[in-house]
Structures are given as structure tokens and as C-alpha cells.
């Protein structure tokens, strides 16, 4: 097995945590102000670049990047950071490569399906048959992660932590 890592990984979620996450814990709740405030201090430290490919871009997603203890089954929340479209469009593959819901998105968005396996390639400077054999490794895994129920920690993400608080953690991290 190779194990290779790549700059630009594939991260899918397993299904049976599907939509728990920081974002739709605000949005849920009533506060979308918090996930703008988050997105505000990202554009502060790490300004209008994707964090993944750091091309400069206007409109930057935030994506949640979430580790996995496969002994203990909890999935924690270790980072949010800004990412282009296409970085983005990886991590959640399942959804645009292989989706009629992504299909329908891409026509939309003009952006081919080969676009953004292309893209991968060009970030981690590799072949289409090596994104390929990437790719159905990912598919392995989630399928294994997904037999199971998970319990999310939200780390320093959590809301009984202020802006404040995650900004002097991050210090300590960084
Ligand atoms: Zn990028
Ligand atoms: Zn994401």
C-alpha cells in the first residue's frame, strides 16, 4: 500500500456523521454571526489565499478539517481553514465526482469533472492513474469509518469557547 501523502487530501466524511458539523451546529442554533466571525479572523491571518494550493482568490469556503481516532470513534474538529473552490471540491469528492446532486452542480458552475481531478494533479504533482488508486483508497476507508457511530469533539471550535479564546489557543499551537 502506498502512503504517499498528499498535499491536497481527500477527507470523506463517513456517512453515519454526515451534516454534524460547525457549520450547521450554527446554523442550526441561530448563530450564522459566529460562522461569519470565524471566517472574518481567516481572512485576517491568512488573508484572500487558499490554504491548501494558496492561489489568491475573492471567495475563499471554510472547510471544517476533522481527525479521526478509528480505536475510540470520536471524529475531532482540529482546524478550520479557507480553501478555493477546487481544493474544496476534493475534500468532498463523494459529492462532486460521483453524485447526481454534484452533476447537476457542476453544469451549473461550468466546471467539468476533469477540471478538478486536474487540479489535484497539479497540486500534488501526480498522475490521473495515481489520483485514481488515491481515490479508491478514500472510498475503502470511508466505507470502513462508516459502519460506525462517532462521537465529535469540537475541540477549541466548541462554543462555550469565544473567538478570543480559540484566537490565543491557536497561539499556543502555531
Ligand atoms: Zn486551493
Ligand atoms: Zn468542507
Redesign the pocket.
Known amino acids: 500500500m502506498i502512503t504517499k501523502q498528499f498535499k491536497l487530501s481527500i477527507e470523506l466524511v463517513p456517512s453515519t456523521i454526515w451534516y454534524v458539523n460547525l457549520y450547521n451546529h450554527y446554523k442550526n442554533n441561530n448563530q450564522m454571526e459566529k460562522w461569519h466571525q470565524l471566517k472574518q479572523y481567516l481572512f485576517e491571518i491568512e488573508r484572500k489565499h ?1 490554504w ?2 494558496k ?1 489568491e482568490e475573492r471567495n475563499l469556503e471554510a472547510h471544517e478539517f476533522w481527525e479521526y481516532d478509528d480505536y475510540k470513534h470520536i471524529q475531532k474538529l482540529a482546524a478550520v481553514h479557507h ?2 473552490d ?2 474544496h471540491k476534493i475534500k468532498h469528492i463523494g459529492l462532486w465526482l460521483h453524485s447526481i446532486d454534484g452533476d447537476k452542480m457542476l453544469h451549473q458552475q461550468r466546471i467539468k469533472k476533469e477540471d478538478i481531478i486536474d487540479h489535484f494533479c497539479k497540486v500534488n504533482i501526480c498522475s490521473v492513474a495515481d489520483f485514481k488508486k488515491y481515490e479508491e483508497r478514500a472510498f475503502v476507508q470511508w466505507e470502513q469509518r462508516s459502519k460506525f457511530q462517532w462521537k465529535q469533539d469540537l475541540g477549541i471550535y466548541h462554543p462555550k469557547f469565544g473567538l478570543k479564546e480559540l484566537k490565543s489557543q491557536q497561539r499556543l499551537v502555531n
Open positions: 487558499c491548501v494550493c492561489k480553501l478555493c477546487l481544493c
